[in-house]
T-cell receptor, first 116, second 109 residues
Framework: EAQVTQNPRYLITVTGKKLTVTCSQN?????MSWYRQDPGLGLRQIYY???????DKGDVPEGYKVSRKEKRNFPLILESPSPNQTSLYFC???????????????FGDGTRLSIL | RKEVEQDPGPFNVPEGATVAFNCTYS??????FFWYRQDCRKEPKLLMS???SGNEDGRFTAQLNRASQYISLLIRDSKLSDSATYLC??????????FGKGTSLLVTP
């Protein structure tokens, strides 16, 4: 079954304690992306990657890191989490079209992160 | 001006009604356009891509107006199960993607 898998689904942690949210896809997609969703602000792109070792900042990259060492995995790292990073996070993947054409994305189930 | 703007609604319509949403975008170089639906705090799911010539999928019709920089979604014969938030998505520079904040639809019996 084609899917994007995020872990953990829920996490409550404390300020400053490094955490990693994993994302894995089994569709051999080149493009992977992380979003956060907050009430009244909608979905905002954090980082995206167009292939292995190629990553770019989205709208709200501050306080986050990503890596793309393998095609299937795109972990989101919060080195020193703060309460303003409490949010619902989604990972997504898609194939890539030619000439700056995005393809429809498949989303993971989401990760609810609470930073106390 | 925000990259992608939508009327948040809510749109309350009776079953069987036709409802239309618009979404405006600011980057004239955008090439990729989509409508997604999202049920309460679940993952967004693709409803349809939007093509230059317009496209239809059953009760749903999407249109793109490049001159005025907006896309639209028309839902005919609304069902209770259409109640959701509809997200407009447009690419910006390169492959970055911008989501609208969503339009809430409630279809009532």
């Amino acid at each position: 079954e084609a899917q994007v898998t995020q872990n953990p689904r829920y996490l409550i942690t404390v300020t400053g304690k490094k955490l990693t949210v994993t994302c894995s896809q089994n569709m051999n997609h080149e493009y992977m992306s992380w979003y956060r969703q907050d009430p009244g602000l909608g979905l905002r792109q954090i980082y995206y990657s167009m292939n292995v070792e190629v990553t770019d900042k989205g709208d709200v990259p501050e306080g986050y890191k990503v890596s793309r060492k393998e095609k299937r995995n795109f972990p989101l790292i919060l080195e020193s989490p703060s309460p303003n990073q409490t949010s619902l996070y989604f990972c997504a993947s898609s194939s890539l079209g030619v000439g700056s054409i995005n393809q429809p994305q498949h989303f993971g189930d989401g990760t609810r992160l609470s930073i106390l | 001006r925000k990259e992608v703007e939508q009327d948040p609604g809510p749109f309350n319509v009776p079953e069987g009604a036709t409802v239309a949403f618009n979404c405006t975008y600011s980057n004239s170089a955008s090439q990729s356009f989509f409508w997604y639906r999202q049920d309460c705090r679940k993952e967004p799911k693709l409803l349809m891509s939007v093509y230059s010539s317009g496209n239809e999928d059953g009760r749903f019709t999407a249109q793109l107006n490049r001159a005025s920089q907006y896309i639209s979604l028309l839902i005919r014969d609304s069902k209770l199960s259409d109640s959701a938030t509809y997200l407009c998505v447009v690419n910006s520079a390169g492959y970055a993607l911008n989501f609208g904040k969503g339009t809430s639809l409630l279809v009532t019996p």
